[in-house]
């Protein structure tokens, strides 16, 4: 019988995320801060991992999602085991294989592929999946039509039917020519949400980086709206208006980058109704391997 999640033995890195996918008791809609403790805070530089866990900030931050679903109405999602801490480095590993994300060592994981790679899990695993993308960058079948991800997009994505992971892009930025240059990025999951202050929202998150385990420590963001300027070209992308999206304060920086901005996000729920296909049949044994 698996143990709860707060009792597993936990030494691992956290990330952004949001509202599992049961119902709760109404609160006010203005403050969503009911999963700062209870969602999982894996730390993704767990050596065990390939290339050292550097790159792999994507299926850490899926996974905190997934193994809290788990033990929250959707228990196919992992194997039944006890040590709920080993099951999540497994689940990462595996998330991160070229059977799902494709994570590379180098160059992490495209938002793309962490859509993909999550939609073919949860249908391994029996259930269907809603995901949504908004973000410059390439998000395929899953884009939305309204780009940016803005506050009413946030917020709905930290209720209890859905979930939130953030991409977080570190830049520089030339005032001058008013154009921000991406230098790379990381993937985080929102644990809550205060916008009381609608010109100056609160961002709870679990990072990867430094997540604590089972005593998990939310890092506190704020949000600014970006009003003009244009993201440089980058990685094949064009240049395109910056206008709309979120500088992130409060979230260490690489060493390089002058400014962090939400530069997109994936939403996306479980549902409770189940494939009609039979999910693949992991035993503990195999889902190690």
């Known amino acids: 019988m698996k143990r709860r999640w707060m009792t597993a033995g936990y030494f691992f890195c956290a990330l952004f995320l949001s509202s599992p996918v049961i119902a709760a008791p109404k609160q006010e809609p203005a403050t969503q801060l009911k999963f700062l403790k209870s969602m999982p805070d894996f730390c993704q530089m767990d050596r065990r991992l390939p290339g050292g866990g550097l790159q792999y900030c994507a299926p850490v931050a899926v996974s905190n999602v997934l193994v809290w679903l788990d033990q929250n109405g959707f228990p ?73 991800p803005d506050l009413a997009w946030l917020k709905d994505g930290t209720t209890d039917l859905y979930n939130t992971i953030i991409s977080v892009g570190w830049y520089t930025h030339d005032f001058q020519k008013k154009i921000f240059t991406r230098l790379g990025g990381h993937y985080v999951t929102i644990v809550g949400i205060d916008t009381r202050k609608p010109k100056e929202p609160v961002l709870y998150i679990h990072n990867p980086s430094f997540g604590l385990g089972r005593n998990p420590k939310p890092q506190k963001c704020t949000l600014s709206t970006i009003n003009r300027g244009y993201f440089g070209p980058w990685c ?54």
């Open 76 to 148: 196919e999602i992992l194997p039944d085991q006890d040590n709920s801490a080993e099951a999540q480095y497994h689940l990462i590993k595996r998330l991160g294989s070229q059977d799902y994300m494709n994570t590379d060592e180098e160059t992490g994981t495209s938002p793309r592929e962490t859509m993909l790679g999550l939609e073919k899990y949860a249908h391994d695993r029996g259930y269907d999946v809603a995901i949504e993308w908004r973000g410059w960058r390439d998000g395929g079948k899953f884009a939305a039509k309204k780009e940016s």
């Open 236 to 289: 094949g992308y064009r240049a395109r208006p910056a206008k709309g999206y979120f500088q992130i304060d409060g979230i260490p920086k690489r060493p390089d980058a002058q400014i962090a901005i939400l530069d997109g996000g994936i939403k996306f729920t479980l549902l409770n109704k189940k494939l009609d296909k039979n999910p693949t049949v992991l035993t503990q044994a195999e889902f190690t391997n």
